[in-house]
């Protein structure tokens, strides 16, 4: 796995799957390695070369101070595609990273195919959850905030059903770099992407879960409707719903990956 260079910060990229395939590359949600998508790499892995990697500020990348922004964030994507010399991807980014796919679709879409936006929203009106949320973690680190946030992940059916895979997913949250993670929060306190949008001319799907609070289907329903052409799908899920529900959500990327 390959350690890239995005000005000055390294970050953790994997590469695997078919290398005559079309190459598909997987955006994390904030809290979140590139282990998240482990659900999905048996099935992706058959039809698409699969890059993922490790946003800065967390994982095994690096996590230098901030601020960061939308469009640092998208300038690391750029500069791994670079790297691996690769031309263009289609794009799935969960949460976080489908605000990262709506910048990249805007500003760079010679680079990408088709795009995948899931559990995201392009606007925050409200700074006010996230202020609470960086407080909290810097008086009690990562733990003071960490049930809660994957109470929002992850519906509490799911958590009673799947308890490994939610311990899992919470150990994921807590060995998260405190310095990173808040950096990332900092930039979604002050998310507006909405002029954006209407630029897209990518054939996008939307993915919204039922259950999601954080980005709900309202959230969904006005990235499509901003975005020329974008299809919505809903799943029985909270946030994190590719691992709530991975076959769903797995049938739906390939089908409208692999749809003509």
């Given amino acids: 796995m390959p350690m890239i260079d995005a000005d000055g910060c390294l970050l ?24 998240m998508w482990e659900p999905q790499m048996k099935a992706l892995t058959r039809l698409f070369r699969v ?12 996590a230098p101070a901030g601020p960061y922004s939308m469009e640092r964030f998208g300038r690391d994507v750029l500069a791994i595609l670079d790297d691996l010399n690769i031309e263009k991807v289609h794009w799935c980014g969960i949460s976080m990273g489908g605000m990262v796919g709506q910048w990249l679709a805007a ?13 995201t929203t392009c606007y925050y009106p409200d700074p ?24 929002a992940w992850l519906t509490a059916d799911f958590r009673e059903r799947e308890p490994q895979i939610t311990a899992n997913m919470k150990a994921m949250l807590l060995a998260c770099p405190i310095q990173g993670y808040l950096a990332c929060c ?27 609070m954080g980005t709900p289907i309202s959230a969904g329903e006005f990235i499509r409707s901003q975005i020329p052409g974008a299809a919505l799908t809903i ?20 089908g409208f990956l692999t749809q003509r």
């Fill in 12 to 35: 953790h990229v994997s590469v695997e799957g078919r290398d005559s395939g079309p190459t598909l590359m997987l955006s994390n949600s904030l809290g979140c390695t590139l282990q």
């Fill in 51 to 62: 890059v993922r990697y490790d946003r800065r500020g967390h994982g095994k990348s690096g």
């Fill in 107 to 119: 500003n760079a879409p010679e680079r990408l195919g088709k795009v995948i936006l899931s559990n």
């Fill in 128 to 151: 006010t959850n996230w202020l609470t949320r960086i407080n909290a973690i810097k008086q009690g680190g990562m733990t003071a905030a960490a049930d809660a946030i994957i109470a």
């Fill in 186 to 212: 900092e930039a979604l306190s002050t998310l507006d992407q909405r002029e954006l949008l209407p630029r897209i001319k990518s054939p996008t799907l939307v993915i919204a879960g039922r259950h999601d």
């Fill in 235 to 254: 799943l029985d899920a909270a946030h994190i719903s590719n691992v709530e529900q991975p076959h769903a959500f797995t049938e739906t990327v390939v």
